[in-house]
């Protein structure tokens, strides 16, 4: 699993990659607290999210709520089937805010 | 391991170690033995999606399976071992599910002290919170998901039941 | 498992069973058992090379271990349980390698009557001819490998040894 | 594992992919002693082969003898990185008539 953080437009897009489970998702949770704090709008990239648990679900509700109470955007972009599948069996698909692709979701910020 | 001094005095006799160690569950598919951290649970998937494949599932009810016996496996490591984080083992033993091979049943069996099953359930979905999602996952892929009497020498032993064909909804 | 009808007669007196099964092997990093039949093959590898990845090798070196693995796997399937095929288990256990954790080494095991270790020979490479292949490519992936005295109640115990770092070569 | 059999021009174009291991071996043995049989070239196409065991490289050896009797031209084509690795480790890598590509094996035959 790997976590790779860099600014686009006025955007931090942290892009996870591989099997985001109990051995990694605590670094998961580090790296987009850390994203988030400089105050810049975070979006991660879930495209090549190949397999995903709760653990790693709970590091994105623990981002997600970071974000809400400073204030910041955090959005999820290019969510993978697999990624898709376990949020939707979560029912947290509607929670969170979700975009097709990073374009996408630097669009929204742009408006 | 201690045997009494005399073996007569023992009776009936023990079976020989060959007999037993030898002896084949036609069910079985897999049945892997891990040390109970983190890292395992890569080993874990691996063995028990192929091991759904090789019953016969397809890629998305694997992926499934693979899911809710990872979760399961996660509270083992997370709180059955919780007063002596990563001590013990945990025993994965996946099975076509009798009598017509309709599905499959994971047996997943730890060391620790005996859980208290009314203690272990998931949170209010609507209440937004890290933590507390595996149950859930877990009862959303699974027909059939709860601790039964552990075999002996063991702490727990959580029982996963998944038909391949979900059973017709009423109404 | 029959039992002394009176627990005083038999001493010392056997310990829990519980105290038997928790028992850690600290080196344990996964222990598999299958049918040994040709499906059992795929969950053999995935279980083996994700193991070898646990322990810190890179993909290429798991690659070549887990086929040192099945091709031992296969002789148990084919060769061991010739006499009576498909109607017992084999056991795979993957450990670092003591003392320096510098590598894996993975016992195979199975139940069928003991293998002569003379006649497990592989063919003249430059005779080419299909089979006789599986032991070439066990010995030039593992820099040891070979049948032990099997623990009690097992047939045959084929253990290899493959180090993370080849020792130099001398000359 | 699927073989995946096709004519192309003169030859015959037996595509092997996926896992080659002892419970599908005496499938693929069979398939390229089948397409044998009408005397046309065979060019089997490894480029898609993910792992390959004994019991598979021994299908490709009974296919390679089976050919070289009736006097017909067997090539592998596009080996794959693992295919080729157990090849070497086996020392078949010079036995077999081993091209980069199914366009250069038919470019071969036309010779
Ligand atoms: N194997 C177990 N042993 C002890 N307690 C458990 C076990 N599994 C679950 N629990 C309890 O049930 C709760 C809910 O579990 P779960 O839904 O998996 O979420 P989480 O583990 O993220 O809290 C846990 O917080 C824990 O208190
Ligand atoms: N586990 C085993 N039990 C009994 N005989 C074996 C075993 N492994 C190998 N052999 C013998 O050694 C020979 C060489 O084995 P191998 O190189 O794997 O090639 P193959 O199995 O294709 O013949 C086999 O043909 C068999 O006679």
Known sequence: MTVDIAARGPATVAALSGEVDLECSPAVRRALLDALRDGRPVIVDLSLVSYIDSSGIASLVEAYQAARKQGTALMLAAVSPAALRVMQLARLDRVFNIRPTVDDALAVLAQ | ?171
């Open chain 2, 1 to 171: 391991m201690s045997r009494p001094a005399d073996p007569a005095a023992a009776a009936p006799a023990a079976p020989p170690a060959r007999a037993r160690t030898a002896a084949t569950d036609s069910a079985l598919l897999a049945r892997l033995r891990v040390p109970a951290r983190p890292p395992s649970l890569r080993i874990v998937r691996r063995t028990v999606r192929e091991a759904a494949l090789v019953a016969g599932a397809d890629a998305a009810w694997a992926d499934d399976l693979m899911l809710a016996v990872d979760e399961a496996c996660q509270n083992v490591v997370r709180h059955a071992y919780a007063a002596a984080p990563e001590t013990g083992d945990m025993v994965i033993v996946v099975r076509t599910h009798p009598p017509s091979d309709d599905g499959v049943t994971v047996d997943i069996l730890d060391f620790a002290p005996a859980v208290d099953p009314t203690r272990v359930r998931g949170r209010d979905l609507d209440d937004v919170r890290p933590g507390g999602l595996g149950v859930h996952l877990i009862h959303a892929v699974c027909e059939e998901a709860g601790f039964q009497p552990p075999p002996d020498g063991a702490g727990n032993l959580f029982r996963l039941v998944k038909h391949f064909a979900k059973p017709p909804v009423d109404g």
